[in-house]
Nanobody, 115 residues
Framework: QVQLVESGGGLVQAGGSLRLSCVAS????????MGWYRQAPGKQRDMVAT????????YADSVVKGRFTISRDNAKNTVYLQMNNLKPDDTAVYYC????????WGQGTQVTVSS
């Protein structure tokens, strides 16, 4: 069982940056593929980026690629999402995910980008 706690969300103007953090506990962090997902009001939850235990990354599509960077620090049991050049369409609740045989989710952190 793994517990996930996100932080770093907030209100930012378009063009600004935020860095989300997710601290994991309760299991061996390096075993898990970690990811960030987001859910905008009235929409489904979509994958933003994932990173394997070995550091291989995958991004949803060109909408975020080049603006967002996922990284992990296994020594700190933490995964990060650096978000640059934010746009109003990036407004959503961002969820941390851990996957190993099943999905684990954090409680989410709100990101609001004003125009």
């Amino acid at each position: 069982q793994v517990q996930l706690v996100e932080s770093g969300g907030g209100l930012v103007q378009a063009g600004g940056s935020l860095r989300l953090s997710c601290v994991a506990s309760g299991s061996i962090f390096s075993w898990y593929t970690m990811g960030w997902y987001r859910q905008a009001p009235g929409k489904q939850r979509d994958m933003v980026a994932t990173i394997t235990s070995g550091g291989s990354t995958n991004y949803a599509d060109s909408v975020v690629k080049g603006r967002f960077t996922i990284s992990r620090d296994n020594a700190k049991n933490t995964v990060y999402l650096q978000m640059n050049n934010l746009k109003p369409d990036d407004t959503a609740v961002y969820y941390c995910n851990a996957y190993r045989r099943r999905d684990y989710w954090g409680q989410g952190t709100q990101v609001t980008v004003s125009s």
